[in-house]
């Protein structure tokens, strides 16, 4: 089974301080990908990356940063946090095979509260 | 641009009812789609998906849904609810690149 983890499932921040949300995929995949949940609005995605070392913003990547070193792990960077970061971030993988969209493994969640 | 519909934020059905979730899509040619089901707490679990040829698909845990191009519709269906399956459930389209695109989801609430 794949397994995607992320380094925490609850997290409670101050305004202004750096944050560091960690996940790691053990099934070899070269797609991995961070998103944002909120009530009402779905998933949308941060940061998307597709290789070591290589990234694409995705729908709302202001305020956000990713850090890709390692194929297996995928890190999402909030260098200032903000009340409206508050939200419950969900890291995701996938395989490149062919030409097919494949289905994307998801992480159980990190729930952020930001004060 | 690609999206997604799902146009009823909350259903409520009896323990045993039948259920449809709605899942509209917006893009020009044959998509991929996806179901994905969230329970309280936990992050999304693929349900089913559609790739191509036949129109009806079987999930997982008793669910399926038919792709109808004409309408540009995915719905999920089961024919009877159990108390478990209360949960939120997403739509997604892939439209070609490595990307998917999710609707706001429907959550779905079991009386016993």
């Known amino acids: 089974d794949v397994k995607v983890t992320q380094s925490s499932r609850y997290l409670v921040k101050r305004t202004g301080e750096k944050v560091f949300l960690e996940c790691v995929q053990d099934?070899?995949?070269?797609?991995m990908f961070w998103y944002r949940q909120d009530p009402g609005l779905g998933l949308r995605l941060i940061y998307f990356?597709?290789?070591?070392?290589?990234?694409e913003k995705g729908d709302i990547p202001e305020g956000y940063s990713v850090s890709r070193e390692k194929k297996e792990r995928f890190s999402l960077i909030l260098e200032s946090a903000s009340t409206n970061q508050t939200s419950m971030y969900l890291c995701?993988?996938?395989?490149?095979?062919?030409?097919?969209?494949?289905?994307?493994?998801f992480g159980p969640g990190t729930r952020l509260l930001v004060l | 641009a690609q999206s997604v519909t799902q146009p009823d934020i909350h259903i409520t059905v009896s323990e045993g009812a039948s259920l449809e979730l709605r899942c509209n899509y917006s893009?020009?040619?044959?998509?991929?789609l996806f179901w994905y089901v969230q329970s309280p707490g936990q992050g999304l679990q693929l349900l089913l998906k559609?790739?191509?040829?036949?129109?009806l698909v079987q999930g997982i845990k008793g669910f399926e849904a038919e792709f109808k191009r004409s309408q540009s519709s995915f719905n999920l269906r089961k024919p009877s609810v159990h108390w478990s399956d209360a949960a939120e459930y997403f739509c997604?389209?892939?439209?070609?690149?490595?990307?998917?695109?999710f609707g706001t989801g429907t959550r779905l609430q079991v009386f016993p």
């Open positions: 099934m070899d995949h070269e797609n």
């Open positions: 893009y020009g040619a044959t998509p991929y």
């Open positions: 997604a389209v892939g439209a070609g690149t490595d990307k998917l695109i």
């Open positions: 990356s597709y290789d070591v070392k290589m990234k």
């Open positions: 995701a993988s996938s395989p490149i095979v062919g030409r097919n969209q494949e289905t994307q493994y």
């Open positions: 559609y790739f191509s040829g036949d129109t």
